[in-house]
């Protein structure tokens, strides 16, 4: 007698898809929200049909908005445009609470943004590889205005090269010889890692611009002090901030789709999801 083939083995990807979705939702708890956000690449275009087609056993994925990943390769460091009456500082264990304070107000400008609390900002499980010196704080008059952190995850959560399109294969020893010159990071060869850090926890006030550009820059060349080749910022394709840092830094763009997954969430503020957690 033949060995039992396992359900899963006939079954097709769609009813595959369909009994991970049941699985998902019989384990939702009573206090979540009745839907889930997820992130696919814009140009993944038969992920994104087969996903909003609505079949039968899958749950409505309903598009809320373009997000813009930039990659920037860290070169060297920046002036920072410290604005008139405002003090830049990293932070201090002693800090957690007005930083947590801070991003709450923030998160009233956007949905889909992380609840961080002061004790997740010290919990090594939800901030793991987070320390109070990665957060760099703007202050005015005193009162804590603007801030946002260099989250550093290459301990549990690495960027690995895969492949370089032809060309750039072919350009990657040239570039590497003379990127020291040019004060840029050197590419890794194949399987090797990107040195790159996140810029998370970021909230700043509408309308305060130089507050952004002081945090960015001040990130960088952090970044750049410590050896980190590659600077991550996640923002929704309708920020404020987005084409300053288009206009003012070396980048590579994504873009994704988010959705929302199940219920439709009502819509009334932008997206702006950490990347750092995506």
């Given at each position: 007698?033949?060995?039992?083939?396992?359900?899963?083995?006939?079954?097709?990807?769609?009813?595959?898809?369909?009994?991970?979705?049941?699985?998902?939702?019989?384990?939702?708890?009573?206090?979540?929200?009745?839907?889930?956000?997820?992130?696919?690449?814009?140009?993944?275009?038969?992920?994104?049909?087969?996903?909003?087609?609505?079949?039968?056993?899958?749950?409505?994925?309903?598009?809320?908005?373009?997000?813009?990943?930039?990659?920037?390769?860290?070169?060297?460091?920046?002036r920072v445009p410290c604005p008139h009456g405002v003090e830049l500082a990293a932070a201090g264990e002693g800090d957690f609470e007005e930083i947590a304070a801070c991003l709450?107000?923030?998160?009233?400008?956007?949905?889909?943004?992380?609840?961080?609390?002061?004790?997740?900002?010290?919990?090594?499980?939800?901030?793991?590889?987070?320390?109070?010196?990665?957060?760099?704080?703007?202050?005015?008059?005193?009162?804590?205005?603007?801030?946002?952190?260099?989250?550093?995850?290459?301990?549990?959560?690495?960027?690995?090269?895969?492949?370089?399109?032809?060309?750039?294969?072919?350009?990657?020893?040239?570039?590497?010889?003379?990127?020291?010159?040019?004060?840029?990071?050197?590419?890794?060869?194949?399987?090797?890692?990107?040195?790159?850090?996140?810029?998370?926890?970021?909230?700043?006030?509408?309308?305060a611009p130089e507050l952004f550009d002081a945090l960015l820059a001040g990130l960088w060349n952090e970044a750049s002090r410590r050896g980190l080749g590659w600077l991550m910022v996640g923002l929704s394709a309708d920020s404020a901030w987005l084409p300053r840092v288009t206009r003012s830094?070396?980048?590579?763009?994504?873009?994704?789709?988010?959705?929302?997954?199940?219920?439709?969430?009502?819509?009334?503020?932008?997206?702006?999801?950490?990347?750092?957690?995506?």
């Amino acid at each position: 007698m033949g060995a039992m083939t396992p359900a899963s083995a006939w079954m097709t990807p769609r009813r595959l898809m369909a009994e991970g979705y049941r699985l998902l939702l019989a384990s939702r708890q009573a206090d979540e929200l009745p839907f889930d956000f997820t992130s696919i690449l814009a140009d993944n275009q038969p992920a994104r049909r087969l996903l909003e087609a609505g079949l039968p056993g899958l749950p409505r994925y309903a598009p809320l908005a373009r997000y813009a990943t930039l990659t920037l390769p860290v070169g060297r460091p920046r002036r920072v445009p410290c604005p008139h009456g405002v003090e830049l500082a990293a932070a201090g264990e002693g800090d957690f609470e007005e930083i947590a304070a801070c991003l709450a107000e923030g998160r009233r400008e956007r949905s889909l943004g992380a609840c961080w609390t002061a004790a997740d900002l010290r919990s090594p499980v939800r901030s793991r590889g987070l320390a109070p010196r990665d957060f760099l704080l703007a202050r005015r008059a005193g009162r804590l205005a603007a801030c946002a952190a260099l989250w550093d995850q290459r301990a549990f959560k690495q960027v690995v090269v895969r492949g370089y399109a032809p060309w750039l294969a072919r350009l990657r020893p040239l570039h590497n010889l003379v990127a020291p010159l040019l004060r840029r990071p050197r590419l890794p060869p194949v399987g090797g890692q990107l040195a790159s850090a996140f810029v998370s926890h970021l909230s700043v006030p509408p309308g305060a611009p130089e507050l952004f550009d002081a945090l960015l820059a001040g990130l960088w060349n952090e970044a750049s002090r410590r050896g980190l080749g590659w600077l991550m910022v996640g923002l929704s394709a309708d920020s404020a901030w987005l084409p300053r840092v288009t206009r003012s830094y070396p980048h590579r763009r994504n873009d994704s789709v988010l959705y929302a997954v199940g219920e439709l969430p009502p819509q009334a503020r932008p997206c702006g999801p950490e990347l750092a957690l995506l």
